[in-house]
């Protein structure tokens, strides 16, 4: 992967993150985790931009999950994409708070008609 990301047209890492559906264990879980976490080290070495996607049926755990570790390991002003963004409009606050240089991509989601936005 490094060796691909080194390649000038390589612009940024991703998409990667934290994906737990209802019936993900815990082993499923910490692999996700260790991954995702090298991930971010590798995005952080090389210097690019990062394409995040969280997400988690039923409850926030993953949104929880992936910005905690992101503030482990990412510098406070890396370029972050959050890709697909569906969470509330506090945690949207909460990673803009952390990562001031996110920018948030909404899918089909946000045109829903009980969407967290309206």
């Known amino acids: ?3 691909f990301l080194q390649h000038p047209r390589a612009v940024a890492v991703g998409e990667m993150g934290l994906n737990y559906h209802q019936n993900i264990s ?12 090298k991930q971010l080290l590798m ?18 755990r993953a949104e929880i999950d992936c910005l905690a570790i992101m503030k482990s390991v990412v510098p ?5 994409h ?3 963004f569906g969470g ?5 606050w909460s990673w803009k708070r952390c990562f001031p240089n996110t920018v948030f991509g909404f899918a089909g989601a946000l ?6 936005f309206m």
Do not use: N, Y
């Not at 815990?26 to 976490?37: K, L, M, N, T």
């Not at 406070?76 to 972050?80: A, P, Q």
């Open 43 to 60: 995005a952080v070495e090389l210097q690019k931009p990062m394409v995040i996607q969280c997400r988690d049926l039923g409850g926030s």
């Open 111 to 116: 045109l829903r008609h009980k969407c967290k």
């Open 26 to 37: 815990e082993a499923q879980r910490g692999a996700q985790i260790a991954v995702f976490h």
């Open 82 to 84: 959050r890709h697909c």
């Open 76 to 80: 406070r002003f890396h370029r972050i």
């Open 88 to 92: 509330s409009l506090h945690q949207m």
């Open 1 to 3: 992967m490094r060796d």
